[in-house]
């Protein structure tokens, strides 16, 4: 009797022990969330809901302030965007607290609304950080609105987190020919100040380009009729990167071009299809002070980089007709080639900015200029 009730008090015991232990556990697992990414309390809370307003809009403009036209990047206004999910990121500071909000949540759009699951709140008095992205970035469910390009990541804390897309490629396919079309990252960063007043109205979204924009425009001041331009290329052009998008801001750092194969045709206009029955590049006839788009997308997007002193190549093939000796029809090809990385003026393609480069054909040799043309931002309500 004495010998069983000693195991008994010693089990008891044991089980005290252990349930102490998972007691204090789960406490000291409770107190570090709460000094670390606490919720708010629901009645600190105000019983008015975040709600977000997206805006975007680019002009793209051609020569001499024509009609727009849509550039190679995938939002160049509200239709487009709304045509993908948006990822949303934020937290919330009061009194040295920082409370989570959004981690990578979707802000979604239909039947003429933006809305996210599971509402949020106001919260008085505090200071918030947001963050937007688009396209949604995540895989799985939202494939169709997804970067098909690179590996998605979210990454940090719930109170200070932070998108990361590793091996981003801007369009260029196994076959190294570039497509223009590649996704158009798009971001907008909002503080909300509401230490000294409560602030609850929409929250305005105005998204900017992360990427950089270069288009090519071709000048005829030879004595021929150009009938066309083909063997288009651009070669030398840093393409792959690691993007990190948070709450602290954003960066893109560029891998290095390192070896033939980075250093080859980047670009390759005849790998674009094209039809019979029109001419892509540049339409015979064309006047002398008149500029046509070198490429039949007329803009690139690609990733800021340093271009001065590089070797970024560009060259096309013009074709031309000339009468012979009989007075019969000879075709005649010149070829043109030329370095961005030599041209004054611009030094760096800058996030959001887009470059215009002006290339005159003057007998055997081209003559290039080059401008700044910042995507216009205009507000557009989504």
Known sequence: MFNNRTNTAKQSIRFLSLALSAIITICLLSCSKSATEPDVPA???????????????????????????????????????????????????????????????????????????????????????????????????????????????????????????????????????????????????????????????????????????????????????????????????????????????TSIVNTPLQNSEDSSPYFTGDDRPTTAESTPFLPKGMAENEFKPLFDCTSLTLLPQNISGKEIEISFTTHHTEKDDQNNDVEIEVNYSGNLGTIEGITRWQPGKKYRYNITISSQEIIFQVAEVPWIKHEVEL
Do not use: M
């Open 43 to 249: 009645d600190e809370e105000s019983t008015i809901p975040l709600v977000f307003s997206p805006t975007a809009g680019w002009n793209d403009f051609t020569h001499e302030g024509s009609d727009t036209t849509k550039a190679s990047g995938l939002v160049n206004n509200s239709t487009d965007l709304q045509n993908y999910s948006i990822s949303l990121l934020a937290n919330a500071t009061r009194e040295g607290i920082v409370y989570p909000v959004f981690k990578n949540h979707s802000l979604d759009y239909a039947a003429g609304t933006w809305s996210y699951e599971v509402t949020k709140y106001w919260i008085p008095g505090a200071v918030y950080s947001f963050v937007a992205f688009a396209p949604y970035a995540t895989t799985g469910e939202k494939t169709s609105k997804t970067i098909s390009n690179g590996t998605v990541a979210v990454t940090g804390t719930d109170s200070e987190p932070s998108i990361r897309i590793t091996d981003y490629i801007t369009g260029r396919p196994t076959n190294k020919a570039f497509d223009a079309r590649s996704e158009d990252l798009v971001f907008a960063e909002v503080v909300r100040d509401n230490t000294d007043n409560n602030d609850y109205s929409t929250v305005p979204l105005n998204f900017s380009h992360l990427l950089s924009c270069v288009s090519f425009y071709v000048r005829n001041a030879t004595n021929q009729d150009i009938e066309s331009i083909d063997n288009i290329k651009l070669g030398g052009i840093e393409y792959k990167c690691n993007i990190n998008i948070g709450l602290q801001g």
